[in-house]
């Protein structure tokens, strides 16, 4: 059984920053990547970032690409998202899962964390 816990989540003004952390309870060769979803009210899951642990190959999404950055600390079982240049769009339950390969389809991985609340907001 995998446990995935996230935090870092709060309230920022458009153009901050924000630092998610995910920590894992074990990687294996089959749970490889470690993926960032998010979800507003009102709205279906989407894909935002996900990372290859095995190697650090990172993917993003187009539309936060530039902005965010993934990465990993093999040493503590842990994968940050840096979010910078935060826009009010932004705001949703930030989740991250573990899965077999680099996907954006949320169906695709198999363990899931509770989410973390990201506003952006004046």
């Known amino acids: 059984q995998v446990q995935l816990v996230e935090s870092g989540g709060g309230l920022v003004q458009p153009g901050g920053s924000l630092r998610l952390s995910c920590v894992a309870s074990?990687?294996?060769?089959?749970?490889?990547?470690i993926g960032w979803f998010r979800q507003a009210p009102g709205k279906e899951r989407e894909g935002i970032s996900c990372?290859?642990?095995?190697?650090?190959?990172?993917y993003y999404q187009a539309f936060v690409q530039g902005r965010f950055t993934i990465s990993r600390d093999r040493a503590k079982n842990t994968v940050y998202l840096q979010m910078n240049s935060l826009k009010p769009e932004d705001t949703a339950v930030y989740f991250c899962?573990?899965?077999?390969?680099?996907?954006?389809?949320?169906?695709?991985?198999?363990?899931w964390g509770q989410g973390t609340q990201v506003t952006v907001s004046s």
């Open positions: 990372i290859r642990c095995s190697d650090g190959v990172p």
């Open positions: 899962a573990a899965g077999y390969s680099a996907s954006w389809d949320p169906d695709e991985y198999t363990y």
């Open positions: 074990e990687f294996t060769l089959d749970y490889d990547v």
